[in-house]
């Protein structure tokens, strides 16, 4: 019945429509208007009606659609199956399998079989061990003294509370970092962690686990902050923000998770608003080169004081002119080639690692500058050109597109200038990957604390990630560290260094 009702509404729709079409035409025709502008206005009411229908049901996706090639050289062979993966990191054990003893008898002559040395026929297998819990008594060791006066008790194992009135005194460091990466990295909510660690032979109550990574937070604060600040020392940051959920009672309010990244490191800030004084707050102070999208807080921010550099991204521009191919597929369709024509530019450009030489980098910056100046900018000024030629209305999405990007064209070009400023900042989306499908899974904060402590595991945990180094093995070696000596910082690149 749904089906025969949506079916009848789309045809009342398109008969509606092809009533306003002659309509408009007619009066058109009576005012004596031009046909074109009266063209580029039904096109507009066709887009309006189209973005409806994407943002209810279509895809979010800015994958174009990939043009076969025209003649194919030969078309290679499809590939049956895949090989064995190979294993590196997995411990190996060898099961040797014998016969049964009555087994060993040669079904030809009655004679005994008897092995046959070095010669085996061997196969792989993958298996798991389960994850188990294990209650440790530790029982430490007192002594004393003939004489009385001295009562020594032999050392203990480091424990994230040192105070006995301290809940959470119970559980081990490693089983801190095992729910933070379980919350954080797997982005399994506590109370789906209680649950499974009930079918492991647990019993334990999701307020536990929260003391347990709230505690390991507080010892893993000064390594938090150091992160910060070593982002912030970065000459080229990128900038972005998404919502995150904080719940009061039964309604959830949107707050906003700030991000700023460098080249190995990546810093997250929770806080109330998307204002310009939130923006304030989490830059500090900065005084280099900001790249970012078109969101106004950065520009005012940029103007204010302090007084940093602002680039833009050409992803975001990019994506404007996707999101009106659809509808335009002509005029995006040729933007759309000359950023692509950027971007392949870019790709010849050597890239800037954090481990490189200052030799090297000196090297790399100048052939960046000498490709960008030779080839990014006459496509560059090419594009501004195509940009300033076009027609279109300017509330549709492709005026919007042509708007957005001329209104940021100095940010947007000032890759050309700075051969160290990137051509887009999908470097910080990648790093709110993790933070937004966390966010999906277990909706957001119940208290600023939470807020904090989200913000703090997801900067280290991503930052490991940004440098190679395996979240659970860092979050370990970082807090035994701060443990062993109150207020020691570990970051994730110093890892790769040491």
């Known amino acids: 019945m749904l089906r025969q009702v949506a079916v009848l509404l789309e045809r009342e729709n398109e008969t509606l429509h092809a009533k306003v079409q002659a309509l408009t035409h007619e009066l058109a025709r ?28 279509g895809p979010s996706s800015e994958q174009r659609p990939h043009r076969p090639d025209p ?43 008897r092995p046959m040395a070095g010669q085996t026929e061997d196969a792989e297998e993958i298996t798991v061990v389960e994850r188990h819990f294990t209650l440790v008594t530790h029982k430490r060791q007192k002594y004393r003294c003939a004489c009385n006066g001295c009562v020594d008790t032999a050392p203990g194992p480091l424990r994230l509370a040192a105070r006995p009135d301290v809940r959470g005194q119970r559980y081990s460091p490693e089983f801190a970092v095992e729910v933070a990466i379980g919350k954080y990295g797997d982005h399994l909510p506590l109370e789906r962690q209680v649950r499974v660690m009930r079918r492991e032979g647990l019993v334990v109550a999701s307020q536990t686990l929260w003391d347990q990574i709230e505690a390991l937070a507080t010892v893993l604060q000064p390594t938090y902050a150091a992160l910060h600040r ?4 970065a000459p080229v940051i990128g900038a972005d923000e998404t919502w995150w959920r904080f719940m009061r009672g039964q309604e959830g ?51 204010a004081g302090p007084r940093f550099t602002l680039a833009h991204c050409w992803a975001h521009v990019r994506r404007k002119f996707v999101e009106a191919e659809p509808h335009y597929p002509g005029p995006c369709g040729e933007a759309l080639a000359l950023i692509g024509q950027l971007y392949a530019t870019e790709r010849a450009c050597p890239r800037l690692d954090g481990g490189m030489d200052e030799a090297s980098r000196a090297e790399a910056l100048r052939l960046r500058a000498t490709l960008r100046a030779e080839q990014s900018a006459p496509i560059s000024a090419e594009i501004r050109s195509w940009a300033h030629r076009q027609r279109a209305l300017p509330g549709s999405s492709l005026g919007k597109a042509i708007a957005y990007m001329l ?60 440098c190679g180094v395996e979240p659970k093995a860092y979050l370990l070696h970082a807090v035994r560290a701060a443990l062993a000596n109150p207020g020691t910082v570990t970051l994730p690149h110093e890892l790769l260094t040491n």
């Open 71 to 113: 003649a194919p050289a030969s078309a290679p062979a499809p590939r049956r199956g895949h090989g064995p993966t190979a294993q590196p990191e997995l411990p190996r054990v060898e099961v040797v399998h014998v016969l049964d003893t009555a087994d060993q008898m040669c079904p030809q002559c009655g004679g005994t079989l």
């Open 230 to 233: 070593h982002v912030l020392a």
């Open 30 to 57: 009576l005012r004596g208007a031009d046909a074109s502008a009266v063209e580029r206005q039904l096109v507009f009411l066709k887009e309006l009606l189209a973005q409806r229908e994407q943002a209810l049901f």
């Open 407 to 466: 209104g940021l064209w100095a940010g947007l070009t000032r890759f050309l200038e700075d051969p160290r400023i990137p051509l887009d900042n999908n470097a910080t989306e990648r790093g709110l990957r993790g933070l937004v499908v966390g966010r999906k899974n277990h909706y957001g904060s119940r208290s600023k604390r939470g807020t904090e402590v989200a913000a703090l595991f997801y900067s280290l945990i991503e930052s490991a990630k940004l």
């Open 253 to 303: 309010t949107r707050w906003w998770a700030w991000s700023v990244t460098s080249a190995d490191a990546v810093a997250y800030t929770i806080l109330e608003s998307r204002s310009q004084e939130a923006a304030r707050h989490v830059l500090n102070g900065y005084g280099g080169i900001v790249l970012a999208d078109g969101y106004g807080a950065y520009d005012a921010l940029a103007r």
